[in-house]
């Protein structure tokens, strides 16, 4: 199998296993090129998201074609509106149900019903990156065609900006506002009813930060807390808000009717509808979590589990449960909690979760050959180097590092620093010769081995290796 | 002295503007493509830390961290410190300098990046240790935010850390450069003489698609040319690994799979190549040693985002 690394994101076993099968199932009926196949490994705190590669150009294949036709593009932009409202409706039906009553047959039927709307998700949200661009093409190529019938060349950059720039808002600006209006307000109502109209607005917005099933939505605390962080000029702050809003639309419009297209007018409507249904379908997503959440509260109760758990089953392990009363142990759970890797061939999405088993499925199918003793890269500042691997995940600091080990990891950030300046070496993924762990490791004077390409996935913390820069070679040594 | 236009370097003080600022006015005077832009200057810096009440906290950090180093208590002391500089408020005439220039720059997004006022070395680059934001869009609070931000980096722990490390003084001046945004097609880094001794007589150019963070942060495996300095010719290339790009969007950055058919593509083609080896070396004359460059294209032409020297030479 041809892999291909799409994006690094992290994902809990519910939302990819869902976003699996949509792109699978719902793809299919959408534009015949399902990706059938897909690859969660677990790096550091994201992911990396693995599809075939002859799916995913068959796929952009599918799309381009397609949508060679603007109208194309309109009906898909349509769907996307559609597909959003289905969700939110299936998702607000099954809140206001009382699931502690339901039997496990009728919680089986919301679930498929839920999954049912679902499957159409995953389409939106990769078509949207291969039409994004297609539209973008479209629009600019208009743009320098309407431009030179007018003679005004020289403005093509400014106005391709203006015609690309969001002049909608979305929910997480809403807030905002809404948040500074009730600031605004606070001076004009007593305590209990400031507390009340806050109960309101923390009500309205606590899904914003559910991205996936394993966040917790903001709480009136959250919210009153920010408020306290306003400046204390809301109502300037405010009405400068409305007024850049009001003049980027007016902006957008004024341009566009000196421009007088029709065609260019169609084509920039239709951008700024998905600028602003880029950000509205993940957010559609957000609030259908925070809105399900009870209901797989209750499922994941009954299975004799605690609600934090719920984002580590897949939706076909919900089902099997909802189905023949089928279990996942306490123990495989935990385990998941901690770290797993997801495999999907022929239908069936697997999670596996044992470092040991993590390890057999990417060495089976990203090809790592755990027993090579080598690894080949660019060598940046010369020497040879012995010492123990300390695996570094993005984001983190290596305060852990011990003197001279060895630092492998995806890639150096700023915030290793201080772990790099007692490293004995450093051993990379990727990076060029001019990168930030490249520029260090010659002005601290440690050898360096880049651009390794799988160093973090088949070397282990404490594996006892020789670092030799000058052949841009790392050896794992016995003991 | 509070803002300044990104040109005219005989007359600006470099205390006024920091070194990635002054060395961009440099470029700018010789007639070199820049993305037009303007420098919020140190004065600003202070008169922000002034008008927030930072400033005398900020010298007593800085006495303490040159005394007894950085210990857990004053690394949480920066933290707050920090905070309160992302948070703080802006003195009015500020705002209003600010807005002006903004609205004569007429740009639609933005780049917001650091440049300190750091002795200028040729063994410590301070390479990532400031924030700079990208893709901001052409909003005063947006913008009056990032400039905020960017200096509140100065007090990330891993900054001082790597100051101090370098025998640098643990705080100093940062004026911001607030630049047109470019939508780079491809970008990338050019050494103007490759870091190992033994291939001085080359220049080494690594890019890819879209914004050059992807090249400058290691997340991906850029595409490598290997250019004779002497001749420009292409003496060596190497295919990257580019599995994703970052490209600039309308409201930041956004990272993204690379679209099938570019990963297995060089992103260069021999007449760009040499374009850049010709700008690499004015570049250098200009500064008279070797340079780090880091530069993007889009459709107009080649533009250089930054030059510093190159720190020091392996083995050297």
């Known amino acids: 199998m041809n892999w291909k690394k799409t994006v690094t994101r992290p994902l809990s076993p519910l939302k990819a296993s869902s976003l699996f099968e949509g792109l699978e199932i719902g793809i299919d009926r959408y534009v015949g090129a399902p990706f059938r196949s897909h690859l969660l490994e677990p790096a550091g705190t994201g992911h990396a998201w693995y599809v075939l590669e002859e799916e995913w150009s068959a796929f952009v294949a599918a799309i381009r074609d397609r949508a060679q036709d603007i109208s194309y593009i309109e009906d898909v932009a349509k769907e996307a509106e559609r597909v959003c409202k289905a969700l939110l409706d299936v998702a607000r039906r099954i809140s206001q149900t009382n699931h502690k009553r339901l039997s496990r047959a009728s919680l089986l039927d919301a679930f498929q019903e839920y999954r049912a709307v679902l499957v159409s998700y995953p389409f939106i949200a990769w078509g949207f990156l291969v039409i994004d661009e297609l539209l973008s ?12 019938q007018l003679n005004r060349t020289s403005e093509a950059d400014k106005i391709a900006a203006i015609l690309t720039t969001k002049t909608g808002t979305i929910a997480a600006e809403e807030e905002e506002l809404d948040l500074l209006r009730l600031k605004s307000l606070a001076k004009q109502v007593d305590g209990p009813e400031l507390s009340s109209l806050l109960e309101q607005h923390a009500e309205k917005y606590t899904w914003l930060p559910m991205y996936d099933h394993n966040i917790r939505p903001w709480s009136k605390e959250h919210f009153q807390e920010s408020m306290n962080r306003l400046p204390s000029n809301v109502e300037e702050v405010l009405q400068a808000k409305v007024r850049e809003q009001a003049k980027r639309k007016e902006t957008l419009s004024q341009t566009l009717s000196s421009l007088r297209d029709p065609e260019l007018e169609r084509l920039s409507h239709l951008m700024q509808r998905f600028i602003l249904l880029r950000t509205y379908r993940t957010d559609v997503l957000r609030e259908v979590y925070y809105l399900i959440d009870p209901f797989l509260s209750e499922i994941v109760r009954r299975m004799g589990h605690g609600n934090e758990r719920i984002a580590y089953l897949t939706c076909d392990e919900f089902i099997e449960y909802l189905e023949n009363g089928s279990r996942l142990s306490s123990e495989i759970l935990e385990c998941r909690m901690e770290k797993y890797a997801m495999l999907r061939v022929d239908g069936r999405t697997q999670v596996v979760c044992r470092e040991r088993d993590i390890h057999a499925l990417l060495e089976k199918h990203l090809r790592l050959e755990a027993t090579s003793e080598e690894l080949k890269g660019d060598g940046i500042f010369p020497g040879v180097v012995k010492g123990r691997v300390r695996i570094l995940r993005t984001g983190h600091t290596g305060s852990v590092l011990e003197p001279g080990e060895i630092i492998v990891s995806e890639m150096t950030t700023p915030e290793m620093h201080e772990a790099l300046s007692r490293a004995g070496a450093i051993v990379t993924d990727e990076g060029g010769i001019t990168c930030h762990a490249a520029i260090v490791s010659r002005e601290m004077g440690i050898p360096c081995v880049i651009a390794t390409g799988i160093a973090t996935k088949v070397l282990k913390d404490g594996d006892l290796v020789e670092v030799d820069s000058n052949a841009g070679v790392v050896r794992r040594i016995s003991e | 002295m509070d803002v300044l236009p990104l040109s005219g370097a005989a007359e600006a003080r470099a205390d006024l503007v920091g070194g990635k600022a002054h ?16 420098i919020v200057s140190t004065e600003a810096f202070r008169a922000f830390l002034e008008y ?8 007593s950090v800085e006495a303490t961290l040159l005394s007894l180093g950085l210990s857990e208590s004053v690394a949480a002391k920066c933290d707050q410190l920090r905070k309160r500089a992302t948070l703080g408020a802006w003195p009015r005439y500020l705002v209003g300098s600010i807005g002006n220039r903004l609205d004569n720059l007429g740009a639609p997004s933005l780049a917001v990046r650091s440049s300190a006022v750091l002795e200028d070395r040729r063994d410590a680059s301070s390479a990532g240790m400031l924030d700079t934001t990208l893709s901001v869009p052409a909003n005063l609070e947006r913008v009056l935010e990032a400039i905020s931000r960017c200096w509140a980096s100065l007090l990330n722990r891993r900054g001082i850390a790597y100051r101090m490390n370098m025998s640098l003084e643990p705080v100093c001046d940062v004026a911001a450069v607030v630049q ?24 080494v150019i690594e890019a890819t698609y879209g914004l050059g963070e992807t090249v400058v942060r290691g997340l991906i495996t850029p595409d490598r040319f290997l250019i004779a300095r002497e001749s420009g010719g292409v003496l060596e290339t190497r295919l990257g690994r580019k599995h994703l790009q970052i490209r600039a969007g309308p409201e930041g950055p956004i990272e993204e799979p690379l679209p099938c058919g570019r990963q297995e593509r060089l992103c260069l083609g021999h007449e760009t190549l040499a374009q850049l080896w010709d700008l690499g070396l004015r570049v250098e004359r200009l500064f008279g040693s070797p340079q780090d460059i880091e530069w993007s294209i889009d459709q107009q032409c080649i533009w250089v985002l930054q030059s510093r020297p190159l720190t020091c030479f392996a083995g050297g």
């Open chain 1, 137 to 148: 093409k479209a629009l600019l190529a208009r743009l320098n065609f309407v431009l030179t």
């Open chain 2, 23 to 38: 060395s961009l006015m440099i470029l700018v005077d010789a007639g070199f493509s820049v993305p037009p832009g303007f």
């Open chain 2, 180 to 203: 047109r945004m470019i939508p780079a097609e491809v970008s990338g880094t050019l050494f103007t003489k490759h870091p190992d001794r033994l291939r001085s007589e080359t220049m």
């Open chain 2, 52 to 59: 927030n009440g930072l400033d005398e906290e900020l010298r």
